[in-house]
């Protein structure tokens, strides 16, 4: 456990540095869940996410030799910000090592606030293995994202907040990758008011912490693969996870068709932009991965909102698939003048309208006289889809949905 004093005075350090990001209430997700739920909306932190907190409160406490020197990180995005701003506030130099498939608005982000980014490795723990060997090449600190007491009790200072902000909470939401997070928040939110109860989320395809914290020891992953790129961590951080043994009650995980869920739910209802481990908490929420009733309040950590456009586009496309707002079907007619536009006066007196189409007459599975209609559809949920095939059934097409 990091002493509460720690992260007290990691809070006065940080004064006039960060943003003190609100923690509100939110009514929708509040009224989806039968629970009160306050979001803790780090990602609208300075640089989209909490992690500018320990860099700073890290770098803060350096010797000038050190900081003349540099320093370098790990990180899969948001650690590599939150040092890359720090340094540059400091006037020093960073150099940050990231994972060869690290989001690109992440790079760009990171370059952007002046550090050197070289990448490496397929995931987090290989570019932090040559980050170390880098840092002793060239004789730079290591700043690491979350085996750091001065980081821990930066990131703590979250709690701090949340606890200000909102009296009597029952339950604490907090996503967990290589556990910084969790283990400067459960400390001061168990030496502040131990009643309340610490939820750790990790990612079913990076679930570490998850299964070391169920075997009460370091259970390292042999691979990692989520969408949460922010909370993809493979091996295990002994000494965090002696603080989540000690501070935290429950860890839980989530998949990513419950994590996308989240991001996309947090979009249109409650109109955030959240990456996938910032999401993570709001999932465990959802999906009921912990027990909680009606009259609790439980406070979410959205510890991010650097999500990768590209990512974000899919994830609300198959969401809208999902949800019943669009429709993809393939649909065999006979090629003559006119045939198309039956089927699409069929579409239009079902008030769907028609946003792709691609027409096949091509295809060697086709009969000869037969053309293949793909088409996409908008349409207003699944009574409405349902209507559409009973009315291409009636018309006697033959058709097929994909997914």
Same mark, same amino acid.
């Given at each position: 456990?990091?002493? &509460?004093?720690?992260?007290?005075?990691?809070?006065?350090?940080?004064?006039?540095?960060?943003?003190?990001?609100?923690?509100? *209430?939110?009514? !929708?997700?509040?009224?989806? +869940?039968?629970?009160?739920?306050?979001?803790?909306?780090?990602? &609208?932190?300075?640089?989209?996410?909490?992690?500018?907190?320990?860099?700073?409160?890290?770098?803060?406490?350096?010797?000038?030799?050190?900081?003349?020197?540099?320093?370098?990180?790990?990180?899969?995005?948001? !650690?590599?910000?939150?040092?890359?701003?720090?340094?540059?506030?400091?006037?020093?130099?960073? =150099?940050?090592? %990231?994972?060869?498939?690290?989001?690109?608005?992440? /790079? =760009?982000?990171?370059?952007?606030?002046?550090?050197?980014?070289?990448?490496?490795?397929?995931?987090?723990?290989?570019?932090?293995?040559?980050?170390?060997?880098?840092?002793?090449?060239?004789?730079?600190?290591?700043?690491?994202?979350?085996?750091?007491?001065?980081?821990?009790?930066?990131?703590? =200072?979250?709690?701090?907040?949340?606890?200000?902000?909102?009296?009597?909470?029952?339950?604490?939401?907090?996503?967990?990758?290589?556990?910084?997070?969790?283990?400067?928040?459960?400390?001061? $939110?168990?030496?502040?008011?131990?009643?309340?109860?610490?939820?750790?989320?990790?990612?079913?395809?990076?679930?570490?912490?998850? @299964?070391?914290?169920?075997?009460?020891?370091?259970?390292?992953?042999?691979?990692?693969?989520?969408?949460?790129?922010?909370?993809? +961590?493979?091996?295990?951080?002994?000494?965090?996870?002696? !603080?989540? *043994? @000690?501070?935290?009650?429950?860890?839980?995980? /989530?998949?990513?068709?419950? $994590?996308?869920?989240?991001?996309?739910?947090?979009?249109?209802?409650?109109?955030?932009?959240?990456?996938?481990?910032?999401?993570?908490?709001?999932?465990?929420?959802?999906?009921?991965?912990?027990?909680? =009733?009606?009259?609790?309040?439980?406070?979410? /950590?959205?510890?991010?909102?650097?999500?990768?456009?590209?990512?974000?586009?899919? $994830?609300?496309?198959?969401?809208?698939?999902?949800? !019943?707002?669009?429709?993809?079907?393939?649909?065999?007619?006979?090629?003559?003048?006119?045939?198309? %536009?039956?089927?699409?006066?069929?579409?239009?007196?079902?008030?769907?309208?028609?946003?792709?189409?691609?027409?096949?007459?091509?295809?060697?599975?086709?009969?000869?006289?037969?053309?293949?209609?793909? $088409? %996409?559809?908008?349409?207003?949920?699944? @009574?409405?889809?349902?209507?559409?095939?009973? &009315?291409?059934?009636?018309?006697?097409?033959?058709?097929?949905?994909?997914?």
């Amino acid at each position: 456990m990091i002493a &509460l004093s720690e992260i007290v005075k990691a809070k006065r350090q940080l004064n006039n540095v960060i943003t003190q990001t609100p923690c509100s *209430l939110a009514p !929708h997700l509040s009224e989806e +869940v039968g629970a009160q739920v306050y979001l803790k909306k780090e990602n &609208l932190q300075i640089t989209g996410a909490y992690k500018l907190r320990g860099a700073y409160n890290k770098i803060a406490s350096l010797t000038k030799e050190e900081r003349k020197k540099g320093v370098i990180a790990a990180s899969a995005g948001n !650690h590599a910000q939150g040092v890359a701003y720090s340094a540059r506030s400091f006037g020093i130099k960073a =150099t940050i090592v %990231m994972p060869e498939a690290t989001p690109l608005l992440k /790079v =760009t982000g990171t370059k952007d606030l002046g550090a050197e980014v070289i990448l490496s490795g397929d995931n987090y723990d290989e570019a932090y293995a040559y980050a170390l060997t880098y840092a002793n090449e060239h004789s730079l600190t290591f700043i690491h994202p979350f085996e750091d007491d001065k980081v821990i009790a930066g990131q703590g =200072t979250v709690a701090l907040e949340m606890m200000d902000e909102v009296n009597d909470l029952d339950i604490i939401v907090i996503p967990i990758g290589g556990g910084g997070l969790i283990s400067g928040m459960a400390s001061a $939110i168990k030496q502040i008011d131990p009643k309340i109860k610490v939820i750790g989320v990790n990612a079913s395809g990076a679930p570490a912490m998850f @299964e070391s914290y169920c075997a009460k020891k370091a259970i390292n992953s042999k691979s990692v693969r989520t969408i949460a790129d922010g909370i993809a +961590v493979r091996d295990v951080s002994e000494s965090n996870l002696a !603080h989540i *043994l @000690e501070c935290v009650d429950e860890v839980v995980t /989530v998949d990513d068709e419950e $994590i996308a869920a989240a991001i996309l739910f947090l979009l249109e209802r409650q109109k955030l932009v959240v990456e996938g481990g910032g999401a993570a908490s709001v999932a465990a929420i959802m999906h009921q991965k912990f027990a909680y =009733t009606k009259d609790m309040k439980i406070g979410a /950590v959205l510890s991010g909102g650097n999500i990768d456009v590209q990512m974000l586009s899919i $994830i609300i496309e198959k969401g809208l698939i999902k949800s !019943h707002r669009k429709m993809k079907l393939v649909i065999t007619l006979i090629d003559k003048p006119g045939s198309l %536009m039956r089927l699409t006066d069929l579409f239009k007196n079902a008030n769907a309208n028609i946003i792709q189409i691609d027409y096949d007459r091509f295809s060697t599975t086709l009969s000869y006289g037969d053309a293949q209609i793909t $088409i %996409m559809l908008e349409t207003k949920g699944l @009574e409405h889809q349902k209507m559409i095939r009973t &009315l291409l059934e009636e018309a006697g097409y033959l058709f097929k949905e994909e997914v």
